[in-house]
Nanobody, 120 residues
Framework: QVQLVESGGGLVQAGGSLRLSCTAS????????MGWYRQAPGKQREFAAT???????NYADSVKGRFTIARDNARNTVHLQMNSLKPEDTAVYFC??????????????WGQGTQVTVSS
């Protein structure tokens, strides 16, 4: 059984910062890509940022230059530092990871989501 647990969401004023964290636990052989996705009210879930196991990051254009993703492989943790937040960043943020639980089996796992609200 694998779990992803997020933390760090909350309410912040426009221009402020928040840091999200997500830790994977359970029977884990290897964690490949980890990432953050977000879903605003009435919209589909969208990609925000991902990072490979060797640290290569990729960002959505809407967050590039404001968000930074990082991971701590020893702690099975991924962080998302969000700066210069805008009201349009308001969403539920989900952590996702491609995790291998055996040498032949891997799939995507998701956290429960954490709410980020940016007031204008």
């Amino acid at each position: 059984q694998v779990q992803l647990v997020e933390s760090g969401g909350g309410l912040v004023q426009a221009g402020g910062s928040l840091r999200l964290s997500c830790t994977a636990s359970g029977t884990i052989v290897r964690i490949n890509d980890m990432g953050w996705y977000r879903q605003a009210p009435g919209k589909q879930r969208e990609f925000a940022a991902t990072i490979t196991s060797d640290g290569r990051a990729n960002y959505a254009d809407s967050v590039k230059g404001r968000f930074t993703i990082a991971r701590d492989n020893a702690r099975n943790t991924v962080h998302l530092q969000m700066n210069s937040l805008k009201p349009e960043d308001t969403a539920v943020y989900f952590c996702g990871a491609r995790i291998a639980t055996s040498v032949i089996s891997s799939r995507d796992y998701w956290g429960q989501g954490t709410q980020v609200t940016v007031s204008s």
